[in-house]
């Protein structure tokens, strides 16, 4: 159910409405279903409607007329609400509305229960599926009605009656969402031939330039210089930042500005600047040292933020949250053309899932800030990769925010990282297709394949069947091979691949084990000395790390259903 409130000055001119049946098509049998006092006139059960109806109206505005004689009526004094049933509940009859009515206005402190000086008000039935709720704000004892944040304290209410009367439960908010685009920004976005608002498509802009960013003048630099976006700075009058706004420039059309917190919660100045101050410098590269692979570093960071969702400090988890949704904003940046667009959707649905009411400790995800930022400052890489790399990553996290935002209850969050989910995985398809294939190609001697296959066995005998089976298992092969030839322990590198990842909430654990033995292949191989101190060192046996296995099997099911593995050909 939904409820919609607004004020207004001309009780009249409301109960007018609720009970027309001649312009107002949908008002098909407009009628009383409850009241202040029960005993109400009711002009839809009246011989006599405009009589009756005007007769209501002295009543609902007595009080008002008695409080404005002695100057202390307000101004707009009507209270409109209307409740809607979602398309899929059953028709409730008047009985069921009545008792909606009756909690929606105690509850908004229209009316609370027990209270014999509450305010007048009448529910209006003239459809089956909405009820409207009309009263005056002045109490009988000519105080106005307390009805602050009446909006937030009915939505509470209504998510209460949909569990105990079994009718489908809406997806809330907690009010950190971007504003709703208006009707007008709508049909102004449909008649110039784009998909989205231009205060949607602005918001995409400005997160971008947040992702690259490494300071509040660089962000503004990068806005200034995007084709088609008007920046300016705005100055308090001593000369300080206040803040900024930006608008599209849309041809012959006044541009319409936008502040960042019109925007978005968390594009405020204040908010952008937060973020920014915690992003991580990148290390001076000193001659003769290995440079660190920035592509690398991301899928690393990437690849921890489920470990750090399934702690207890929601502050950095928000934060990571915060640092991810970036990484998504840049990918688009990054990635080759036919990728572009299921990563730009990604990236905007995730964006609500970046949110929440609890505060980011945004230095808990420096190293994730920093890796991306560096990632966009050098060529991106040709081979697809690295990108497949990241993508398997970045699934496993918003399957893991999906299930934060569900513990947490937040609704539309966990909405909008199921739809997010949808488009990485398409994009992860795509851009691992090729990269696979090319491994594949390379596959070693049935020998070495067979080698291969027993270490699987013995390192990961519960998913080992799974593995093997797999179309993709010759490419985790040549993999393996590969790293062998640089000197690493193949075995080594499994359970390194497999204690850093879990594999039960993996689609394709085969995909996931190729790209980790990839990544870990690419370190320089242990001296003979370093493996000889290994092989030296007592290893407690191995169990799987309780905190990688979230979310659970049954969660991850809920967003994607697992696929059953087909058959390996040989």
Known sequence: MIAKISGGKDTGGLIRYLFDTTRAKSHT????????????????RADDIDATRKLLVEDLDLHVKQARRLGRAPERHVWHCSVRAA??????????????????????????EGDPDGCRWVAVRHAPDHIHIAATKVRADLRTARHWNDYLTADRELAAIEKEHGLFQVVRGDRTAAKRPTRAEQEKARRAGH???????????????????????????????????????????????????????????????????????????????????????????????????????????????????????????????AAFGEALDALPLLAPHPLKSQL????????????????????????????VRAMLREPAPQDGTTLAMLLDAAILVVIAASHWHQLRHHDQQVAA??????????????????????????????????????????????????????????????????AEAAGHNPDDLLRQATDQRALHDARHPVRVLTWRVQRLSERPAPSARARAAQARSTVAPRTAPQHLTTPAPETTAAITAPQPPRPRQR
């Open 29 to 44: 049998d407009p009628h009383l279903v409850a009241s202040w006092d029960g005993f109400a006139p009711d002009p839809g």
């Open 344 to 371: 730009h959707e990604a990236a905007f649905l995730f964006e609500r899932a970046t949110r929440s009411r609890i505060h980011a400790e945004h230095h808990r995800a420096r190293a994730l800030r920093g890796a």
């Open 195 to 321: 998909d989205k608002t231009a205060p949607e498509r602005l918001r995409a802009l400005v997160r971008t330039a947040v992702a690259a960013a490494t300071g509040m003048e660089e962000f503004i630099q990068f806005l200034s210089h995007t084709e088609g976006v008007l920046a300016e700075v705005v100055y308090f009058p001593s000369g300080d930042v206040r803040g900024y706004k930006v608008a599209l420039a849309d041809g012959a059309d006044a541009p319409i500005w936008y502040s960042g917190s019109k925007l978005a919660p968390d594009l405020s100045f204040p908010k952008i600047q937060e973020r920014l101050t915690s992003t991580a410098p990148q290390p001076t590269i000193q001659p003769g040292v290995r440079r660190t692979n920035p592509w690398h570093q991301a899928t690393a960071a990437t690849e921890r933020i489920p470990h750090h969702l399934a702690q207890d400090d929601d502050h950095a988890s928000q934060a990571h949250l």
């Open 417 to 482: 990282a199921q739809r997010a989910l949808l488009h990485l995985q398409t994009a992860y398809e795509q851009a691992a297709s090729a990269p696979l294939a090319a491994l594949a190609r390379n596959r070693p001697p049935a020998a070495t394949a067979d080698r291969h296959i027993r270490r699987l066995h013995a390192t990961l005998p519960e998913h080992a069947e799974q593995i093997i089976e797999d179309p993709a298992f010759d490419a985790l092969s040549a993999a393996l091979a590969h």
């Open 87 to 112: 398309p899929e509940d059953r028709i409730l009859d008047d009985e069921e509305w009545a008792h909606i009515a009756r909690r929606i206005v105690a509850a908004t402190g229209i009316a609370p």
